[in-house]
C-alpha cells in the first residue's frame, strides 16, 4: 500500500509542480549554461547507490571541492540558489526518485558514501527501507545549514552534531513506522513551513508517547545546543571523516 500511494501521490505532485520546476530550471540553466540538474550519489536501500535528482542550487562542480556538507554561508550557493533552498525546491524533483522506486515520502534521509562508510551496525538498519524525502530529522534540523554555517569543517561538525540524532531518529521510525505515522510527518513537515515549533512540539509528544530516550526527546525539542555525541551503537564521538 506504502509503495502504491508513493507512485500516485509522487505523479500528481510532479504534474502539480512541473510549472514552478519548468521555470526554475530554465532560471539556473540563465546563469551558467548548465544544467539546471544536480544528480547527487546517495546509498539507498540495501546499501545500493542511486542518483537523487535536485535543482541546481550551486555553481557548476560544486561537489568537486570534496565537501557534502552545506552551510548557510556556503560560498558554492548561488543567489538563486539561496531562493531554491528557502523553499525547499531543490527537494521538490526528488519526487521523480518517489515515482521510480527509489525512494519513499517518508523514510530515513539519504547519505553519501563517505558518511554510510562511517555508520555503525545499529546504522546499518537505516539501510533496510527505502530513504525518504521527509522523517522526523528533517523537521527537526531543517536549519542544518545554519548550524554548520560558522564550522571549519561542516563534514566532521554534520557527523558529531547532527548524525548522532538524525540516526536514532531514522531508528525510531523504522521501529515504529504505520500509514498514520506517515502521514502526520508528511502533515507536520507542511505545517513546519509555516510553525517549525508546533512540528517541533508534535514530535516531542510522539517521542514522548514512544517511550525512547529522553535525552533524543530533549535534543529533538531544540531547547539546548548541540553538542558532539557518539552516533547509536558507538561510545566514542567521530574524531576524523
Known sequence: MKRFLDIVFSFFGLVALSPVLIIFSYLIYRQDKASPFYIAPRVGRNNIIFKM????SMVRNADKSGVDS??????????????IRRYKLDEATQLWNVFIGDMSFVGPRPNVQRDVDLYTKDEQRLLDVRPGITDFSSIIFSDEGNILKDKKDPDLSYNQLIRPWKSRLGLIYIDNQSFILD???LFYTVMASVS?????????KKLTMLKVDPMVVKISSRRINLYPHPPPGSKDIVSKR
Not at 535528482?53 to 541546481?56: T, W
Not at 517549525?196 to 516531542?204: A, D, F, N, P, R
Open 196 to 204: 517549525k515549533q508546533k512540528s517541533i512540539k508534535w514530535i516531542v
Open 183 to 185: 502521514f502526520q510527518i
Open 53 to 56: 535528482i535536485k535543482l541546481r
Open 70 to 83: 552545506t552551510s548557510a554561508r556556503d560560498s558554492r550557493i548561488t543567489p538563486l540558489g539561496y531562493k
